[in-house]
């Protein structure tokens, strides 16, 4: 099967068109596996809707996954990673620890440190670094772009003080949910799982 654009305007039932359309083919080729990919969110919805489709009310050969559930499926097949997942819990922990470890080296962010929320602040800005790619080299790319910004420039180091802090302590160890996906598009050639 090829690539198939399903347009139209909201509501038309381009969705239901898509659900028709892969249950049509699991019930032709009962052999194969189909992987309908939606948000995380809508993963058991989606798999009701399948359902309800479905003239047999059962999806014996569709799976419904999110990108996350994905990429797991592709490590269980092939050994997974060894490293840790940092849930928000864990991340917010580690950034405080950060923060009281670093809290002399920060020019803008010391008196924050204590302030509640601020731990919170850093986690969101952390995981934006982390899905946007941005490493300690593209920070520094930004530093040298904003010298005639003085105050921002020192924001900016307190940031890649406290992000390169984290990096530190996750090391081989530990993995965000940020970092799972890239780690995913690296294996996904390898699996068997994916194999058309």
């Known amino acids: 099967m090829g690539l198939h654009f399903i347009l139209g305007s909201s509501g038309s039932g381009k969705t239901y068109q898509l659900y028709q359309n892969t249950v049509e083919q699991a019930q032709i ?3 194969k596996n189909f992987l309908v990919i939606v948000p995380e969110q809508f993963t058991l919805q989606t798999q009701k809707d399948l359902v309800m489709v479905h003239p047999d009310g059962g999806i014996l ?4 996954l999110s990108f996350l559930r994905l990429a797991w499926r592709v490590f269980e097949e092939l050994g997974g990673t060894k490293r840790v997942i940092l849930e928000d819990s864990g991340k917010s922990m580690i950034i405080k620890k950060v923060l009281l470890k670093k809290k002399h080296e920060l020019e803008m962010f010391a008196p924050n440190v204590g302030r509640q929320g601020f731990v919170d602040e850093m986690k969101s800005m952390i995981s934006e670094l982390f ?13 040298e772009r904003t010298k005639n910004k003085p105050q921002l420039n020192r924001k900016l180091r307190d940031i890649r003080t406290i992000y390169e802090g984290f990096q530190e302590f ?3 160890k530990y993995i965000t949910t940020e970092e799972i996906l890239g780690k995913y598009v690296t294996v996904t050639e390898k699996t068997n799982f994916m194999q058309i």
């Not at 050969?61 to 419904?64: A, L, T």
């Not at 490493?135 to 790319?141: A, F, G, I, V, Y």
């Open 29 to 31: 080729q009962k052999e």
């Open 131 to 143: 899905q946007y790619s941005i490493n300690s080299e593209k920070l520094d790319q930004i530093l």
């Open 61 to 64: 050969n569709i799976d419904v």
């Open 170 to 172: 996750l090391q081989e």
